[in-house]
């Protein structure tokens, strides 16, 4: 059995685990920075001086220092720290620098909204309602 969830990678409590809730806390933070997510910049390749907690970035190409080897990845400051998820293909982030929607295509970033509207949701039966 897995160690994480599928699409999240939560940590998950397993059978006779000690301290379960640290386990418990760890992935309500990663829900807590992952869904519905905004991103405060998408330039940088450095860790920023004074990071507010829960502030989230995504690595610029050419990561350096700290963040070095974690271009692309989403950059979350908690707990006094920086801690890192790989981001998976169709995450949304809002860029706050751009006011930009940005889609995770696979291997980078896309702007979702090329022409300044989101693109038409495929839907290929009529709805009502």
Avoid: C
């Avoid at 990663?30 to 940088?44: K, N, P, R, T």
């Avoid at 700290?66 to 809002?94: E, H, K």
Wanted: proline fraction near 10%.
């Amino acid at each position: 059995m897995s160690e994480t969830t599928p699409n999240l990678a939560l940590p998950l409590i397993v059978a006779a685990q000690a301290q379960k809730h640290v386990t418990h806390n760890e992935a309500l933070a990663l829900i807590d920075a992952l869904l519905q997510m905004a991103v405060e910049s998408m330039a940088l390749a450095a860790p920023p001086a004074s990071p507010a907690e829960g502030a989230r970035y995504v690595v610029a190409p050419g990561a350096t220092g700290a963040w070095a080897g974690r271009s692309g990845q989403i950059a979350i400051f908690s707990g006094g720290a920086f801690v890192f998820q790989t981001p998976r293909p169709g995450f949304l982030v809002y860029n706050r620098a751009t006011s930009k929607l940005m889609l995770f295509g696979g291997t980078d970033w896309q702007d979702a909204a090329p022409g300044g509207e989101p693109p038409p949701f495929p839907i290929s039966e009529v709805r009502i309602g």
